[in-house]
């Protein structure tokens, strides 16, 4: 098993960037591809991106081609979120997730762990 704790969040200004972490406790981060999904108020859960378990391949939302990143450091067990050029439409909770597979799914109903969430906010 894993946990996942996310952390990074909080209120910026559209334009601006953040970067959420999420740290991951257990043993073998590195077999586990990880993504980061998010949900606003009234939506469904989103895909924002995934990373393979090695880091080499990394996949996107459409919403977010462009301005997030998604990146992993397998020796200190977490994986980061870069986002840039935030609009007021990227606000949500946005939650860390990990799947024991080679290839990180996009569905967030094939994830089997889940961190609490980290709200991000962008507004003015």
């Known amino acids: 098993q894993v946990q996942l704790v996310e952390s990074g969040g909080g209120l910026v200004q559209p334009g601006g960037s953040l970067r959420l972490s999420c740290a991951a406790s257990?043993?073998?981060?590195?077999?586990?591809?990880m993504a980061w999904f998010r949900q606003a108020p009234g939506k469904e859960r989103e895909f924002v991106a995934a990373?393979?378990?090695?880091?080499?391949?990394?996949y996107n939302g459409d919403s977010v081609k462009g301005r997030f990143s998604i990146s992993r450091d397998n020796a200190k067990n977490t994986v980061y979120l870069q986002m840039n050029s935030l609009k007021p439409e990227d606000t949500a909770v946005y939650y860390c997730?990990?799947?024991?597979?080679?290839?990180?799914?996009?569905?967030?109903?094939?994830?089997?762990?889940w961190g609490q969430g980290t709200q991000v906010t962008v507004s003015s």
């Open positions: 997730a990990a799947e024991l597979t080679s290839v990180p799914p996009v569905r967030w109903y094939e994830y089997a762990y």
């Open positions: 257990g043993r073998s981060f590195s077999r586990y591809a």
């Open positions: 990373i393979s378990r090695s880091g080499t391949s990394t």
